[in-house]
């Protein structure tokens, strides 16, 4: 593990803004050894990985703030500070206050007849369907296709080591819950029992609807549901014993139980409340009109903090994952903080947590802007921006909105960047979905996305700050500062591709 020493980093402070001018003054304050020594501070051991929440992110957010604060930024937090607080709950199932109830009078406990995997119940009235069983076995990878289990209440006959090789495709027809009937020895059953027990972090806003988790996996012992089950005419016992094969033309499949109601309710309560940061400046601009349009430089702050060793090392710095996206911020807000004068729209410098997460910081920040969102008109995010190609940035979204032809004239140029942007090479991962620059196109904010593709120490403890090159980091923000000049100097706000618009905003139900 290796980093610069942190106490020593601190007392180094941000670099001089005493030439505040010009264009090139302002590109040339953007210097790999900036961004080195700069990555070394929040990529430190000292920060424990960053994790939401932890010390190490309050740590983190705070230095940020402190060089926000000395570049001469405004505080765009709350209550005049540099930081936006958002709620976290830690949640335990309630195991006493959850139950399933059988149509016939009959109720299933949990601890003693049945056992959460995972997923929640969400409204008052539980969660109910249509009952199907599911008879035979999965003996193919398309055995599910096909299948008329949307909505229902599945139950599926089968063995405890065999759940996880049939849940992926029966949640791919959507069901309303999952019912795996299942025979373990009492020493097993304590086991899982004891395992719906713990705590789970989620978001403290937007009530159990906006909740991860979808829809309830349960464990059920068989003695529990095998005299319902024979009272509508499905055997247990005979299903366990039969080996015909689940699938297409195989004879056996779906078998409706319109006879036999099953409603879940599972019961959730808080243990803990906490709040979490984001780091939130803002450069204003110097149009009397146009200062009133914001563009978004962001990057997700947090990592995944400290998990299981690997060489020794349990500390997972995350140099390029994101403390290189959050120092392209800092040092493009540094150069615009140097620039005079200063661009005609006002620039927010957007550093988020809970990314790694579930996007929650970004989320959040979407949801709860510090202005009002329809004026911003773009956001330009980096994700790992420090390694891999040296030539080359792939910048995704780029199809979605005429930001991708603007940023194609700027890339153009600039040839003494010696950078490329290219569009995105890994359309089948849905990259574009998975970074914080999404919860502002989901709200209708064009956006471009800057992302040097993940690599062998991604999230590895081995995603040291030695690693990074910081010459090439220090060309993407180059690269970054000119299209954000661009845009915050233009007359005209960013388009969005008609058909993108459709699809990524009101598809997302904006």
Known sequence: MRGLNLV???LLGPAS??????VVTAVNSITPQDI????GVIAHDSMRGRDTPSPGLDMTAEWIAREFEAMGLAAGGDAGSFIQRYP??????AVAASRIEVSGGRTLHFATDAARLRGRATGPNGVTGRTVVLRGTPARSDAFSGLNVRGAVVIAVTSPDSISRWLRPILAQQPAAVIFLTERSDRSWRSVTQGQLGTTLEKGWGGVQAQRGGPPIIEVRDAALAAALAANGFDVTAARSGTAPLGPGAGAGAVPLPGLALTIHLAFETVEELSVPNVVAVLEGSDPTLKHEYIV?????????IRRAIDGDSIYNGADDDAS??????EAAEAFAILNPRPRRSLIFLLVSGEEKGLWGSEYFSEKPTVPIERIVANLNADMVGRNWRDTIVVIGKEHSDLGTTLNRVNQQHPELNMTAIDDIWPNQRFYFRSDHYNFARKGVPILFFFNGTHADYHRPSDEVDKIDGEKASRIVKLMFYLGLDIANADQRPVWNPDSYRQIVQGAGR
């Open 8 to 10: 020593g980093v601190l």
């Open 17 to 22: 803004l005493a030439a505040q001018g010009t």
């Open 36 to 39: 080195i020594r700069r990555i």
């Open 88 to 93: 976290l709950r830690r949640t335990r199932f």
């Open 297 to 305: 430089f962001s990057a997700h702050m947090d990592h995944v903090g």
């Open 325 to 330: 996206g959050t120092i392209a911020v800092v």
